[in-house]
T-cell receptor
Framework: TQLLEQSPQFLSIQEGENLTVYCNSSSVFSSLQWYRQEPGEGPVLLVTVVTGGEVKKLKRLTFQFGDARKDSSLHITAAQPGDTGLYLCAGPFSGTYKYIFGTGTRLKVLA | EPEVTQTPSHQVTQMGQEVILRCVPISNHLYFYWYRQILGQKVEFLVSFYNNEISEKSEIFDDQFSVERPDGSNFTLKIRSTKLEDSAMYFC?????????????FGSGTRLTVV
């Protein structure tokens, strides 16, 4: 069974700090997506990583796909209160049309 | 920026009643999905729809659920006889040509409360 485990589950940090959240699986994924979800809203796509070892940057957010395409990380530099939200990784379930979602990391950035 | 639109944003219904959740996907997208998220839990796949038919469904998507694209723009999820455990946020999503590598655009969701 393909599962995506995210860590940490919860993270509360001060504005200006750096942080990294992780998305891990024992299975290989053809791609992984990262989403941010705010309360009462749908997930918003941040990035898709496709190639093993790929690094993508979105302003202060840096996403990396593991060489073996089994894991990914999201690093936020100088976190701001606007970064607060639930961060989800997701990937296509092998051989199907569906995505599976990770367990999520709930981030709170304090001013 | 193109959006996926869902209506209503919140629906309260009596147990046993039928509900229809509506979605307008992005116009040039080809793949359509319904997901749900029970409060505090993971986003769970319900069904995918392509070329006017269901391409995949989960074990959650039993006989009380159905989907339809009645007019080429709307995409609906019908729950025939709602149960208390159907209470959740229901998200519609759509994606472009290559479903695996483009990710989804999600709507803002419909919060369904079954009482």
């Amino acid at each position: 069974t393909q599962l995506l485990e995210q860590s940490p589950q919860f993270l509360s940090i001060q504005e200006g700090e750096n942080l990294t959240v992780y998305c891990n699986s024992s299975s290989v994924f053809s791609s992984l997506q990262w989403y941010r979800q705010e309360p009462g809203e749908g997930p918003v796509l941040l990035v898709t990583v496709v190639t093993g070892g790929e690094v993508k940057k979105l302003k202060r957010l840096t996403f990396q796909f593991g060489d073996a395409r089994k894991d990914s990380s999201l690093h936020i530099t100088a976190a701001q209160p606007g970064d607060t939200g639930l961060y989800l990784c997701a990937g296509p379930f092998s051989g199907t049309y569906k995505y599976i979602f990770g367990t999520g990391t709930r981030l709170k950035v304090l001013a | 920026e193109p959006e996926v639109t869902q209506t209503p944003s919140h629906q309260v219904t009596q147990m046993g009643q039928e509900v229809i959740l509506r979605c307008v996907p992005i116009s040039n997208h080809l793949y359509f999905y319904w997901y749900r998220q029970i409060l505090g839990q993971k986003v769970e796949f319900l069904v995918s729809f392509y070329n006017n038919e269901i391409s995949e469904k989960s074990e959650i998507f039993d006989d009380q659920f159905s989907v339809e694209r009645p007019d080429g723009s709307n995409f609906t999820l019908k729950i025939r006889s709602t149960k208390l455990e159907d209470s959740a946020m229901y998200f519609c999503a759509s994606s472009g040509e290559t479903y695996t590598n483009y990710g989804y655009t999600f709507g803002s969701g419909t919060r369904l409360t079954v009482v």
